[in-house]
């Protein structure tokens, strides 16, 4: 199984996007701004979902193993007037921090994804938290005029916890199977596997290397790769940036039809 960013690592680096979405929000001009990586919101929209959610899964970790996803009750809405707004948002944060730290990174929980390859545990909730909070504050900033890579853990983590567990499924791929390699300039590499019974994603070897087939046949190759830093990386599965800001070699129709997949229809 691959290592992962260990739970405490996890917890700090969520506060440390958190502070930095925040500063974001602080430097706006107005919190009625357009958001350009989410143009159906206003930076206030922005920020009410980021303090909702965030309590809604500190609600939810608390809870434990359950059916269905817990709703924060009694919270306070989401407040107009800046600094309240700031306050707010610090407090949605050491709310889902706390629920973390103290359900610990084994405990069961309620989550929407598949559990192929992410369980539905505390750890990885906190692990998609994080990746949440990353591509959320890349938005305020980007939104402020003052865009910042994610810092490489988060971005190296982000690029598998995105593949892991927003695309690992069962649901059977509608085209004809395929594979797709991810590349990062730091140094990591996964493969994307596309098929019937679903797609999975296994870390290759090492940079550039691709798994090999049975013994005494030629190596598989992929049938488009992807190649750029991890924040690169993170931010085109995210739909921040187009997949042609990156290196690609292959059937670029490939990402095309990835991007347009919903296995739940």
């Given amino acids: 199984?691959?290592?992962?960013?260990?739970?405490?690592?996890?917890l700090r680096l969520?506060?440390?996007?958190?502070?930095?979405f925040r500063a974001a929000v602080a430097s706006a001009p107005s919190l009625d701004v357009q958001v350009p990586t989410c143009p159906e919101w206003t930076l206030f929209d922005l920020a009410q979902h980021i303090g909702e959610g965030r309590r809604d899964w500190a609600?939810?970790?608390?809870?434990?193993?359950?059916p269905a996803k817990s709703a924060a009750e009694g919270a306070p809405a989401a407040p107009r007037e800046r600094e309240a707004l700031l306050a707010w948002l610090a407090e949605s944060t050491e709310q889902l921090v706390d629920a973390l730290r103290k359900a610990g990174p084994d405990r069961g929980c309620w989550s929407w994804w598949e559990t192929l390859q992410s369980p539905h545990t505390s750890g990885a909730v906190a692990r998609h938290q994080l990746q949440q909070m990353a591509v959320h504050t890349y938005d305020a900033q980007i939104t402020v005029g003052a865009p910042q890579p994610l810092p490489?853990?988060?971005?190296?983590?982000g690029v598998d916890e995105f593949l892991s567990t927003c695309v690992a499924t069962t649901s059977p791929w509608p085209h004809k199977p395929a594979a797709i390699d991810f590349h990062a300039s730091e140094g990591r590499s996964w493969r994307l596997s596309l098929s019937a019974d679903g797609a999975r994603t296994t870390r290759l070897p090492g940079p550039g290397t691709i798994p090999a087939a049975?013994?005494?046949q030629e190596p598989d190759a992929a049938d488009v790769s992807a190649r750029g830093t991890a924040n690169e990386l993170v931010l085109i599965l995210h739909n921040r940036i187009p997949f042609n800001s990156v290196e690609l070699d292959g059937d670029?129709?490939?990402?095309?039809?990835?991007?347009?997949w919903d296995p739940n229809e």
Wanted: proline residues 5%.
């Fill in 14 to 20: 969520i506060d440390e996007r958190s502070t930095a």
């Fill in 1 to 10: 199984m691959t290592k992962t960013l260990e739970f405490p690592v996890l």
């Fill in 152 to 157: 490489t853990e988060v971005a190296l983590d």
């Fill in 214 to 216: 049975a013994a005494g």
């Fill in 252 to 260: 670029r129709g490939l990402f095309d039809q990835l991007s347009a």
């Fill in 59 to 66: 609600a939810t970790v608390a809870a434990g193993p359950a």
